[in-house]
C-alpha cells in the first residue's frame, strides 16, 4: 500500500481517551507526509474539553453526542451515525481509535462499514471476564476484530492478540502514550488552584490518593471499599485522603453518606488532567478502581491498591508496581495499612520498574503508520522495559 500523504482519521470521545490520543495527535501534527483529521465525539463534555485545551488540540469534527443519563445504546447509535457521515465525506486512509470506550468501537464499525483501515491503540487489554470491567471487556475485544494494526503497549497485550490469532505483523508493540502524557504534564514546581488542595501539608502529612466509580462496584462494593477508607483514616492521624469524587449521583450519594463528618477525607470535584497528575505526584498511596492510573501512578513511583478484582493489566502485578485487593473491606484495610507501617514493603513497590512505558509511544505509533503506508522502509523498534 503506497499512499504519498495518508489521511488519518484520530477518533476519541472521553477524558482518558483524549489524554492518551493527544501526545499522539501531537506527534502526527508534526509529520509532513501525513495529513491528521481530528474528530471528537464528546461521549464526555466538560472533562474532555479541559484535555484539549490543556493539550492544545482543535478537533475538526465535535459529534458533542453527550446527553445526561444517555444508555450505551444512544452512545453507541449517535457515534456511529455520525463518524459514518464524516468518513462518507473525508474517505480517510485510516480511522485511529484508543482503547476500550463505546465511541472506541462504534467508530472501528463505522470504519469497518465503509472497508476503511482501523488502527487500535492500546490494544491487547484483556480479563477474560466479559463483564469486568463493562463495557469495556467487549468493547476492546470486538475493536480488536475490527482492527488492521494493533499497537499494543506492552509484550503481555501482544501475546493476548497473537492468542486470538492476529498475524504477528500486524502488532507493534509500542509502550502506552499515557507514559508520554503523563511525563509532558507533571510539574515539580504545579501550584495548585484548587483551595483544598493548596491547604494540604504534603510535607508532614501522607496523602493518599483515592478514585472509585466502576459501574461493576456501584453498591455494596463501593460502600466495603468507603468503609476501608474510614477505617484508615481512624487508625492513622498522619494521613490525609482526597477524594475526587466522580459526577454520577449513585457515587456522590454513598460517598457523602460516608464520609460526610470526616475531616480527614477531602471529597472534591473531579480535577482537570494537569492538576490531578500533580496531586497524584505528589501523594503516597492511589487506591483506585481506574484502569489508567494503573500505568501512570507506577510511574511517578507511587504504589497501587486496585479496587477490582481482575485487571486487563496483569504486567504492574507481575512488575509489582501494582496490587490486585479487589473491593472487600478487611484486605484493603490490611494491604493498606502494611504500606502504611513497613518502610521496606512501600520502598519495594515504589521503586519496582514500569513496564508501560519510556514517553516515547506516540512517536512509535507514527513510525508504525509510516511503515504501513510505505513511507517508512523500517518496521520500528518494538518497545521493551529492557531498552
Given at each position: 500500500m503506497v499512499t504519498l500523504m495518508p489521511k488519518i482519521m484520530p477518533v476519541f470521545g472521553t477524558r482518558p481517551e483524549a489524554i492518551k490520543m493527544a501526545p499522539l495527535i501531537k506527534a502526527l501534527e508534526e509529520k509532513e507526509n501525513i495529513e491528521t483529521i481530528t474528530i471528537v465525539t464528546?461521549?464526555?463534555r466538560e472533562m474532555l474539553d479541559q484535555v484539549l485545551k490543556l493539550f492544545k488540540i482543535k478537533p475538526v469534527y465535535d459529534l458533542n453526542i453527550m446527553k445526561p443519563g444517555q444508555s450505551l445504546t444512544e452512545i453507541m447509535t449517535g457515534v456511529l451515525a455520525g463518524i459514518e457521515e464524516i468518513i462518507s465525506q473525508e474517505k480517510p486512509d485510516l480511522v485511529l481509535v484508543h482503547g476500550d470506550t463505546s465511541?472506541?468501537?462504534?467508530?472501528?464499525?463505522?470504519?469497518?462499514y465503509q472497508k476503511i483501515p482501523v488502527g487500535h491503540v492500546e490494544a491487547g487489554l484483556r480479563t477474560y471476564s466479559k463483564y469486568s470491567p463493562y463495557p469495556e471487556e467487549m468493547n476492546r475485544k470486538l475493536t480488536g476484530c475490527l482492527a488492521d494494526l494493533h499497537f499494543a503497549p506492552t509484550q503481555?497485550?501482544?501475546?493476548?492478540?497473537l492468542k486470538e490469532g492476529v498475524p504477528a505483523g500486524q502488532i507493534y508493540v509500542t509502550g502506552n502514550t499515557v507514559i508520554d502524557a503523563l511525563l509532558?504534564?507533571?510539574?515539580?514546581?504545579y501550584v495548585f488552584k484548587n483551595a483544598i488542595l493548596k491547604q494540604l501539608d504534603f510535607d508532614n502529612k501522607r496523602i493518599i490518593l483515592i478514585t472509585a466509580h466502576r459501574r461493576e462496584n456501584i453498591g455494596e462494593r463501593m460502600e466495603?471499599?468507603?468503609?476501608?477508607?474510614?477505617?484508615?483514616?481512624?487508625q492513622h492521624d498522619d494521613i490525609e485522603v482526597v477524594y475526587?469524587?466522580?459526577?454520577?449521583?449513585l457515587v456522590q450519594e454513598r460517598a457523602q453518606k460516608i464520609f460526610g463528618d470526616i475531616e480527614r477525607v477531602r471529597m472534591i470535584p473531579p480535577?482537570?488532567?494537569?492538576?490531578?497528575?500533580?496531586?497524584?505526584?505528589?501523594c503516597y498511596l492511589v487506591l483506585t478502581d481506574s484502569g489508567g492510573l494503573q500505568e501512570e501512578a507506577p510511574a511517578l513511583g507511587k504504589p497501587v491498591l486496585v479496587l477490582r478484582d481482575t485487571t486487563e493489566r496483569p504486567e504492574a502485578v507481575i512488575a509489582g508496581t501494582v496490587r490486585l485487593v479487589g473491593t472487600d473491606q478487611e484486605r484493603i484495610v490490611a494491604e493498606s495499612t502494611l504500606l502504611l507501617t513497613d518502610p521496606v514493603v512501600y520502598q519495594r513497590m515504589s521503586t519496582a520498574i514500569n513496564p508501560y512505558?519510556?514517553?516515547?509511544?506516540a512517536e512509535r505509533i507514527c513510525q508504525a503508520i509510516l511503515y504501513y503506508f510505505r513511507l517508512n522502509p523500517t518496521r520500528p523498534e518494538e518497545y521493551s522495559i529492557e531498552t
Open positions: 464528546a461521549q464526555h465511541t472506541t468501537f462504534a467508530s472501528s464499525l463505522a470504519a469497518f503481555t497485550a501482544k501475546e493476548a492478540l509532558q504534564t507533571v510539574n515539580k514546581g466495603q471499599i468507603f468503609q476501608a477508607v474510614k477505617v484508615l483514616v481512624e475526587p469524587v466522580h459526577l454520577n449521583p480535577l482537570t488532567y494537569e492538576e490531578f497528575v500533580n496531586l497524584m505526584d505528589r512505558g519510556d514517553g516515547k509511544a
